[in-house]
């Protein structure tokens, strides 16, 4: 019985931990549909506020990357030693394929992929902290059949 309950907690601490990037996924998935909509090349901005509270938003390239290179651009150790090592329970090791997290400290970071029916490209490993929470705003473009996140403030 207490089994159960515990299985039951972490399935509620790993949905709600789902929120934040899900609900970023959401956003941009809209916004590709709303450009796919549009004639030729086109811009969207997407504005996004997960929490009031600290938290760090990371958009990883399909290419590696490794925990030091995120403790090198800013992002807390303990923060990068927690995404890693939630990653490795999915059987990622150093990640290598698009995927964004949404890490708040205290809490199990928040991860989901950003590319499916329609592709976002991202070039380079970008990384937001956000020490007091607030809005990012991020810029989505449409060049030809293919959507790149250029910009995140």
């Known amino acids: 019985m207490m089994r159960k309950v515990l299985i039951a907690a972490l399935l509620f601490a790993v ?7 899900s609900s970023l996924r959401s956003k941009i998935d809209l916004a590709t549909a709303q450009l796919d909509s549009e004639a030729g090349d086109a811009t969207k901005t997407i ?10 938003l990371i ?3 399909e290419r590696r990357v490794f925990e030091s290179e995120l403790i090198a651009r800013g992002v ?4 990068a030693k927690r995404i890693f090592q939630d990653l490795s329970r999915y059987g990622v090791g150093e990640k290598e394929r698009p995927m964004l997290v949404v890490a708040e400290p205290g809490k199990g970071p928040a991860f ?3 590319y499916g029916r329609e592709i976002v ?7 937001v902290n956000k020490p007091s929470g607030g809005e990012v705003q991020l810029t ?7 959507y790149y996140l250029t910009d995140v403030r």
Do not use: W
């Not at 504005?47 to 760090?56: E, V």
């Not at 473009?141 to 293919?146: A, I, L, N």
């Open 76 to 79: 807390e150790p303990a923060v």
């Open 121 to 127: 490209y991202v070039e380079n490993l970008i990384i």
């Open 112 to 114: 989901d992929s950003y």
């Open 59 to 61: 958009f990883f390239p």
């Open 47 to 56: 504005t996004y506020s997960p929490t009031s509270k600290p938290y760090t």
């Open 140 to 146: 989505l473009q449409k060049r030809g059949e293919t």
């Open 15 to 21: 949905a709600g931990c789902a929120d934040h990037a």
